[in-house]
T-cell receptor
Framework: DAGVIQSPRHEVTEMGQEVTLRCKPI?????LFWYRQTMMRGLELLIY????????DSGMPEDRFSAKMPNASFSTLKIQPSEPRDSAVYFC??????????????FGQGTRLTVV | GNSVTQMEGPVTLSEEAFLTINCTYT??????LFWYVQYPGEGLQLLLK?????DKGSNKGFEATYRKETTSFHLEKGSVQVSDSAVYFC??????????FGAGTRLFVKA
């Protein structure tokens, strides 16, 4: 398996524009997580899905943020409108079960978002 | 609630020095514990894990023991290398299935 795949790797956009980040989890994984990483706040969990259903979105900072998982192999995180303070690295991760226990989260390489 | 506390960095060591990064946790039930490593410009990678009390996780010379009595999972390595320079995250997973991370500890190893 190629691992968790995120696109794009880098995104530079102007304030007010819509930004869409994409994630393809590892095949067969039933949990998908979106994290945001900044120097000031560290690694924050934004939202996670189980079997394509959002379970906990309490970490989503504002209504400008939305996430979807239309099927088991694809998820998006959208910011509309974007603001400079949204600049961060956004990670997607997925996990599964192995031998009766939940596996660790497998991370993508992240999308570095810069809003100017 | 569930949480992870790890020592603040940065930690700066000379090559071949002994490394300890402290991690303590608060959790209901019986969490699984993890150490992740993040190299510059990359995502987090699992370094080692332990799923029950007294388990020792080990990988690449790093070790950590799940201590239920002290709710700790300290990371150790006997002799660090320059290539170990990275950010290290302690984490736990409980029955809620989401991974809760510590703030991360940056390690610099000087030649």
């Amino acid at each position: 398996d190629a691992g968790v795949i995120q696109s794009p790797r880098h995104e530079v956009t102007e304030m007010g524009q819509e930004v869409t980040l994409r994630c393809k989890p590892i095949s067969g994984h039933d949990y998908l997580f979106w994290y945001r990483q900044t120097m000031m706040r560290g690694l924050e969990l934004l939202i996670y899905f189980n079997n394509n259903v959002p379970i906990d979105d309490s970490g989503m900072p504002e209504d400008r943020f939305s996430a979807k998982m239309p099927n088991a192999s694809f998820s998006t995180l959208k910011i509309q409108p974007s603001e400079p303070r949204d600049s961060a690295v956004y990670f997607c991760a997925s996990s599964s079960w192995r031998q009766g226990a939940r596996t660790e989260a497998f991370f993508g390489q992240g999308t570095r978002l810069t809003v100017v | 609630g569930n949480s992870v506390t790890q020592m603040e960095g940065p930690v700066t060591l000379s090559e071949e020095a002994f490394l300890t990064i402290n991690c303590t946790y608060t959790a209901t039930g019986y969490p699984s514990l993890f150490w992740y490593v993040q190299y510059p410009g990359e995502g987090l990678q699992l370094l080692l894990k332990a799923t029950k009390a007294d388990d020792k996780g080990s990988n690449k010379g790093f070790e950590a023991t799940y201590r239920k009595e002290t709710t700790s999972f300290h990371l150790e390595k006997g002799s660090v290398q320059v290539s170990d320079s990275a950010v290290y995250f302690c984490a736990l997973v409980t029955g809620g299935f989401k991974t809760i991370f510590g703030a991360g500890t940056r390690l610099f190893v000087k030649a």
